[in-house]
């Protein structure tokens, strides 16, 4: 089965509030986790990135924060914008797996105006 | 820089038909991916490039798909025979030089519907 899921399949959220996307994986080898945006009909876009030794990564309006001990990491979006619309997927790899990724099922975000 | 160029965008098809996708990755990335995006669902990743060399293809089944990067820039991916299940958009990832593992661009994909 996959090794990375995520909690819920759809996120609702007033704009200007902060968006938290969840994601639980399950193997343990796993040592660097992504997250993607993927915009209707049009490919993922990298956001982020995290190394299994940091458990929190900041970017412009993101941030990604990991849980090793119970495995789960999860992006922050800092006062969500209508364009933050999409569907997010984390995604996962492992040294052993090359740069092979594996993506969770998405959470779809809805920025209501 | 110029994206990632995919085509067609979209293809419909009968089953037991074949098909052809085609991929320009970004110039200069050397890695190449294929994946597959079922609706609903996220990407899985059929085959690797690294130039016109093949890294990994354990997920392609390879009784009816095949990929090839002839000269490491562009490169095609074929199902023959097609199957009702097959029907998923097919995305196209390149990675360049130096850049993160995790940091691939996508190209749009190609919506294919077996019907």
């Known amino acids: 089965g996959e090794s990375v899921g995520l909690h819920l399949p759809t996120l609702s959220v007033q704009e200007g509030d902060n968006s938290i996307i969840n994601c639980a994986y399950s193997n343990s080898a796993s040592d660097y986790f992504i997250w993607y945006k993927q915009e209707s009909g049009k490919g993922p876009q990298f956001i982020i990135d995290?190394?299994?030794?940091?458990d929190k990564r900041q970017g412009q309006r993101v941030t990604v924060l990991l849980n090793k001990t119970v495995k789960h990491l999860s992006l922050q979006i800092a006062a969500t914008q209508p364009g933050d619309s999409a569907v997010y997927f984390c995604?996962?790899?492992?040294?052993?797996?090359?740069?092979?990724?594996?993506f969770g099922g998405g959470t779809r975000l809805m920025v209501k105006p | 820089e110029a994206g990632v160029a995919q085509s067609p965008r979209y293809k419909i098809i009968e089953k037991r038909q074949s098909v052809a996708f085609w991929c320009n990755p970004i110039?200069?990335?050397?890695?190449l991916y294929w994946y597959q995006q079922i609706l609903g669902q996220g990407p899985k990743l059929l085959i690797q490039f690294q130039n016109n060399g093949v890294v990994d293809d354990s997920q392609l089944p390879k009784d009816r798909f095949s990929a090839e990067r002839l000269k490491g820039v562009d490169s095609t991916l074929k199902i023959q025979p097609a199957k009702l299940e097959d029907s998923a958009v097919y995305l196209c990832?390149?990675?360049?030089?130096?850049?993160?593992?995790?940091?691939?661009?996508f190209g749009p994909g190609t919506r294919l519907t077996v019907t």
């Open positions: 995290i190394r299994s030794n940091m």
């Open positions: 110039s200069g990335h050397a890695t």
């Open positions: 990832a390149s990675r360049g030089p130096g850049r993160r593992r995790g940091e691939q661009y």
């Open positions: 995604a996962e790899t492992r040294n052993n797996a090359g740069n092979m990724l594996t």
